[in-house]
């Protein structure tokens, strides 16, 4: 399964066409990194839509939530349960557990970005019943397929760019009044000051978020995630136009078909340097690099 | 209902027993294994053993950092460790991965499994999962605002625990990866290299942002929650956390002897008044090395509670002594030396079980009863009257204008 995110309600037949097989979409307020949103009254359309191409639609509800959002939090998991929504993307324990209450915990696809690092952690979310779990993007290749051998229902982002800083606080706003300085705009990169690479920055009213220096790409890894046992596929189409993720999803539903790809996908701005990178747990510890 | 617990973090065995002698309630520590800041001299099977015998006697408990998210590879020997962790006979695990909190309580183990703030726990329905997943105590996160810790307590029946002092994340805990990807290090495995507190230019597009002299950066005042303990206590929070794995015994000692007297204070006349409240955050201060303000208890943080250039952070060189040893016929204090002072000067002595009092000295011999014109080699044993409140394990600090 491809899934990506569409923003324009037009674009869904192209997406169907092009191979996608689910539609991610953020609605306020309980998503995060809102560059494109659709309104709550707009959803049933979006669900109709994807009915009639068959797609699935699932919906960002990644924000972190605090109490006094939990009555709202209640009520929308009512409504998407209400319109039969196909999956739900969190990233809080209370989403869950206010999903179960209601009934509607197999939708939902734990999306934490840093915290699933084992198939041992896969395992204890698998057995709350949920749909999907999604493995932290600094995984190696080779974790990823150890962990796929293992667990069957788990979910790897494969292209774009990928949270690696979730904060509640409003880090652009407090600088720039820090500064005596006024500004509307959301968008920002950071350039570490002895480093090169710049890290896309965004700020929305849930609080700040860093993204990774570039975006993640897998033309190369597609074929051995889908032979280790994956089967679910992650586009995250942030900064990006829906004629590009398309575009994308097209390439990696070839790819998934078995086919050669004969175009050079080396000159993308992608990395797939993440598959073969290890982490390491403290100061003089050698990375490794496979 | 049962007095809150003041939980203090300790990097090895010696800053163990001075925060437990200063008046903490509960220790917490990392192990050699599976556990966060592994740049804190982490403790030994034998020196966890030796510090629960310790902690024990002193009617304190001893709760045992398990917190890392495990890879793959870091599985193997998790349940052999959780087991001699029982052996040990520690008080409560913290621990992020679920995974491990279920192994914890499959075992044959009596000692309690936290949820660590890793997991970000900031309302009550997260409380609710992690009470029915069979957890005994959730660490809230510390983006949560008194309100809002106020509302969760009120909505949960399984204890949790608040941070009261000390560094704060810049990011929901456990969700930023910023050290894995500007230096390798994984911070969820006890990597952190702090990237968030360097400085970064801020760009729209080609154009900076940013004020070169006064670059962006992420890096958080410290938490300092002297004002809110009453409300917490009234809330029926069942533990004050400060944080600080990496501090030296001689912050230890301040921080955790001034939230001892406060709470105190606040058990016994059943608030404290505003000059106390003042004398105690004086006191707190002269052993801070970063500005403090209230985190997110006041709400969400705005640029004061923010910190931009290098000479925010302070250094401490206040600590001058420990008091090892003291001849009540002679009137005597034995004292090792830690930082350079000066004979004949007034100094402060603090302790377990001394508020801070100044003291004037006179002349200092050392071991060959040397008259010392200045107090300047680190560890050396040096001896002076000593006309002021006095026990061993004090410390002696000097005092700043």
């Known amino acids: 399964m491809l899934i990506a995110t569409i923003q324009n309600l037009e674009n869904l037949a192209a997406f169907k066409k092009s191979g996608g097989d689910g539609v991610l979409v953020a609605l306020e307020p309980f998503s995060i990194r809102n560059e494109s949103v659709i309104e709550k009254e707009q959803l049933i359309e979006w669900k109709d839509q994807c009915r009639a191409l068959d797609l699935r639609l699932f919906v960002n509800m990644m924000r972190m939530i605090h109490e006094e959002d939990l009555d709202a939090l209640a009520h929308f998991l009512r409504y998407l349960k209400e319109i039969d929504i196909d999956g739900i993307y969190y990233a809080d324990e209370g989403v869950y557990e206010l999903a179960r209450e209601i009934g509607i915990e197999d939708r939902l696809i734990y999306q934490p970005e840093t915290l699933v690092t084992s198939w041992a952690d896969v395992q204890f979310y698998k057995q709350l019943g949920i749909q999907s779990i999604c493995l932290a993007h600094e995984l190696s290749l080779e974790e990823i397929e150890e962990i796929a051998q293992k667990e069957q229902d788990i979910e790897i982002l494969i292209d774009g760019y990928f949270s690696i800083l979730y904060s509640r606080r409003h880090l652009i706003k407090n600088y720039m009044h820090h500064l005596e300085k006024k500004t509307d705009q959301k968008r920002f990169d950071l350039i570490e000051n002895t480093r090169e690479e710049r890290l896309p920055v965004l700020e929305e009213e849930s609080g700040t978020f860093v993204f990774s220096p570039r975006p993640i790409q897998s033309y190369n890894q597609i074929q051995d995630l889908q032979k280790a046992g994956v089967h679910r596929f992650r586009i995250d189409s942030i900064f990006s136009t829906d004629a590009e993720t398309i575009e994308k999803v097209q390439i990696y539903k070839k790819l998934l078909d078995g086919e050669r790809i004969e175009a050079n996908l080396e000159s993308q701005i992608g990395s797939d340097r993440w598959y073969h990178e290890q982490t390491v747990r403290k100061k003089g510890d050698k990375a490794c690099k496979k | ?401």
């Open chain 2, 1 to 401: 209902m049962q007095k809150i617990e003041l939980l203090a973090p300790a990097g090895n065995l010696e800053k163990a027993k001075t925060a437990i002698r200063y008046g903490a309630d509960a220790v917490y520590i990392g192990g050699k294994q599976f556990s966060l800041r592994s740049r804190a001299s982490n403790f030994s099977l034998a020196d966890i053993q030796e510090l629960t015998d310790f902690a024990h006697r002193h009617g304190s408990k001893v709760h045992v950092t398990v917190n890392i998210l495990p890879h793959n590879e870091d599985l193997e020997g998790l349940k052999e460790y959780l087991l001699a962790l029982e052996e040990a006979q520690i008080d409560a695990i913290i621990v992020a991965s679920p995974y491990l909190m279920k192994l914890a309580k499959s075992l044959p183990v009596s000692y309690q499994v936290h949820v660590s703030t890793q997991h970000s726990s900031t309302n009550s329905a997260s409380v609710r999962f992690w009470q029915k997943e069979g957890m005994d105590r959730v660490v809230l996160g510390r983006e949560c605002t008194l309100e809002e810790i106020e509302a969760i307590a009120q909505h949960s029946t399984l204890p949790l625990e608040v941070f009261i002092h000390g560094g704060m994340c810049i990011a929901y805990s456990g969700r930023c990866v910023l050290s894995n990807h500007l230096t390798m290090r994984d911070a969820n495995r006890g990597g952190c290299a702090q990237s968030c507190r360097w400085k970064y230019h801020l760009m729209d597009q080609e154009q900076e942002v940013s004020d070169p002299d006064d670059l962006f950066s992420m890096s958080s005042k410290d938490l300092q929650a002297i004002p809110y303990v009453q409300k917490l206590i009234e809330l029926g929070i069942a533990s004050l956390k400060i944080e600080g794995r990496m501090k030296s015994a001689y912050y230890l000692a301040t921080v955790v002897s001034s939230y001892r007297r406060l709470i105190d204070t606040i058990y016994e006349k059943g608030s404290v008044s505003a000059e106390e409240m003042k004398a105690i955050e004086k006191e707190i201060r002269k052993a801070e090395n970063r500005q403090t303000g209230p985190g997110f208890l006041n709400g969400i943080p705005d640029d004061s509670v923010q910190l931009y250039r290098d000479h925010d952070e302070i250094v401490t060189q206040e600590y001058v002594a420990d008091v090892i040893g003291y001849d009540p016929i002679t009137k005597t204090a034995k004292l090792l030396v830690r930082n350079y002072f000066q004979p004949h000067s007034v100094l402060e002595i603090f302790g377990p079980k001394i508020i801070s009092t100044p003291v004037k000295i006179e002349e200092v011999f050392d071991e060959e009863e040397t008259l010392l014109e200045v107090c300047n080699k680190p560890m050396e044993i040096v001896y002076t009257k000593w006309d002021g409140p006095i026990e061993i394990g004090a410390m002696v600090r000097k005092i700043k204008e």
